[in-house]
């Protein structure tokens, strides 16, 4: 999944329900990728985060 491709960039994302199961399957929404950002979040992070998201959907798209 993307977490799993994400963490092999060296970015740690969440991905799934979060424990809000019912409401995402009210939505349609099958499961969500959550990053957290804190105050020793630096840009070159961030980078790292896009470039994992934007490779993990040429990946599993």
Do not use: W
Not at 2 to 27: I, N, T, Y
Not at 41 to 59: F, P, R, V, W, Y
């Amino acid at each position: 999944d993307s977490a799993e491709l994400d963490d092999k960039q060296g970015v740690a994302v969440r991905a799934g329900h979060h424990c809000c199961m019912p409401l995402m399957k009210a939505f349609g929404i099958e499961g969500t990728i959550r990053a957290s950002i804190g105050l020793y979040t630096n840009e070159n992070d961030i980078d790292s985060l896009i470039q994992g998201l934007k490779k993990a959907k040429d990946m599993l798209s």
